[in-house]
C-alpha cells in the first residue's frame, strides 16, 4: 500500500504521513477512515462524505474520485479535475495556491488550494491528484468552516493509494519506447545560506547531477560539486551501457572517477585549480525504477529513477530516488576538469 503522505491544513498542505487506528474502507484504488458520524454517497464514479449543521448552516464535503485513464501528465490531470470537480461546482476567483510535487512509489501527486463562494457562503476547496502510469484519481475537499477541521484532518491522514501494478500500466506508457529517455537529464541545485525574509539565499556555489543517455546505449553520468563553505571542488565521471525495459532502466558502469581539485585563485565557480587528491568511486551497476509519467512546467520534463538500495549516484536522497529534468537545449552546465576527460561525450 502507499501512503498519500499528505496533511491538509487550511491554509497550507504539509507533507507527513499518521497511522490510524480506526478501520479501513476502500474505494477503487483509495483506502481512507471515515469521520465518525459522516454521511457517505457512492456510485460508480466516486464516493462522497458529508456532514452538516443545519442550525449554522456550516458543512464539510470529502470526494473521492474512481481511478480513470489519462494520457496526461500530473499538472494537466490536476488542472482537468479543478475544472471539473471544482470550479463546475462553486465560484473560484482566483488561481489554485499550489504546493510542490510529490513523488511516491510512481504516483506524482500534485495539490492546490483556492477560496470559493457557493451562493453566499464563502469556502476553502482543495485537490489533490495523484497520477500514475496511464491513470490518475483525485480528492476533493470542500468545507465553509473551521468546525469540522479535525475531521478533514484525520481523513487525509488515513488516505492511502494502492501500489500501481507496473506489469499492467507500462505496456502501453510512454516507458515502454527506449527513445523517451535519450537526452540529458540534469539535477542542478543552488546552495544556500540561510533564510532572509522566508527565502532562502543563494550563496553562490552549486551541487550538479546529470545522466547524458546517448541512442547507442551508451551514457555518462557526471557530478560536479562547487560548495561556497568546502574548501575543494568535488567532480565525479562514470560511463557504460544502459537498457530501458518497459519501466526498467539497467545502468551497467564501465568505468569512472572522481576526485577533489582546489579552488581558482580568482574563486570563480567556472574555473579550477589544481587536483588535490583522487578519490575511489565504487562501479555499482544497478536497475533503476523509471517514472517517465513527468509533469510539465513550460517546456520542462522530469523523470524519477528509484533503486532499491542506496548508490553513490544518488547520495543521501529520500526513498533512493532522484529527480531528474530534461535539458532540452543539450548543453550541460558541467565541464571535466583540466587532469581529466571523459571517455564517452555527451551527444545531443
Same mark, same amino acid.
Given at each position: ?53 443545519? /442550525?449554522?448552516? %456550516? ?17 494537466? $490531470? ?46 476553502? %476547496? ?57 537526452? #540529458? ?14 527565502? =532562502?539565499? =543563494? ?13 547507442? !546505449? ?6 560536479? $560539486? ?17 537498457? #530501458? $525495459?518497459?519501466? /526498467?532502466?539497467?545502468?551497467?558502469? /564501465?568505468?569512472?572517477?572522481? !576526485?577533489?581539485?582546489?579552488?581558482? %585563485? ?83
Amino acid at each position: 500500500m502507499q501512503l498519500f503522505k499528505k496533511l491538509l491544513g487550511f491554509h497550507s498542505i504539509i507533507l507527513m504521513s499518521l497511522c490510524s487506528y480506526a478501520q479501513k474502507q476502500s474505494f477503487d484504488v483509495v483506502s481512507y477512515t471515515a469521520p465518525k458520524g459522516w454521511q457517505q454517497q457512492q456510485n460508480e464514479g466516486g464516493v462522497q462524505l458529508s456532514v452538516a449543521d443545519k /442550525k449554522t448552516g %456550516a458543512y464539510a464535503i470529502a470526494l473521492v474520485t474512481k481511478a480513470t485513464a489519462s494520457n496526461g501528465n500530473a499538472v494537466e $490531470n490536476f488542472n482537468a479535475d479543478w475544472d471539473k470537480l471544482v470550479k463546475a461546482s462553486v465560484q473560484v476567483n482566483d488561481a489554485p495556491a499550489m504546493q510542490e510535487p510529490a513523488h511516491e512509489d510512481g504516483w506524482e501527486i500534485i495539490s492546490g488550494t483556492a477560496n470559493y463562494i457557493d451562493s453566499e457562503q464563502k469556502g476553502l %476547496a482543495t485537490l489533490l491528484t495523484a497520477t500514475t502510469y496511464g491513470q490518475m484519481v483525485s480528492v476533493v475537499l470542500m468545507t465553509n468552516t473551521q468546525q469540522y477541521q479535525s475531521d478533514l484532518l484525520a481523513f487525509v491522514n488515513s488516505l492511502e493509494l494502492a501500489k500501481p501494478n507496473l506489469n499492467e500500466t507500462t505496456k502501453t506508457g510512454p516507458a515502454a519506447n527506449n527513445t523517451s529517455i535519450v537526452g #540529458l537529464w540534469v539535477d542542478y541545485t543552488i546552495e544556500t545560506s540561510g533564510y532572509s525574509n522566508g527565502f =532562502p539565499q =543563494p550563496s553562490g556555489g552549486y551541487f550538479r547531477k546529470e545522466y547524458a543517455f546517448n541512442s547507442d !546505449g551508451t551514457y555518462l553520468f557526471r557530478m560536479k $560539486n562547487w560548495a561556497v563553505f568546502v574548501k575543494e571542488i568535488q567532480y565525479v565521471y562514470e560511463s557504460g551501457n544502459w537498457k #530501458l $525495459n518497459e519501466n /526498467k532502466l539497467t545502468i551497467t558502469p /564501465k568505468q569512472g572517477k572522481g !576526485g577533489w581539485w582546489n579552488k581558482a %585563485a580568482s574563486n570563480r565557480t567556472s574555473e579550477w585549480g589544481s587536483l588535490a587528491k583522487t578519490g575511489s568511486w565504487k562501479m555499482e551497476p544497478v536497475t533503476y525504477t523509471v517514472d517517465l509519467n513527468y509533469y510539465i512546467g513550460g517546456d520542462e520534463k522530469k523523470i524519477t529513477l528509484q533503486s532499491n538500495s542506496r548508490t553513490e549516484r544518488e547520495g543521501k536522497q529520500e526513498n533512493n530516488r532522484i529527480v531528474l529534468s530534461s535539458r532540452t537545449s543539450g548543453k550541460s552546465l558541467i565541464d571535466d576538469p583540466p587532469e581529466l576527460s571523459t571517455p564517452i561525450k555527451t551527444k545531443p
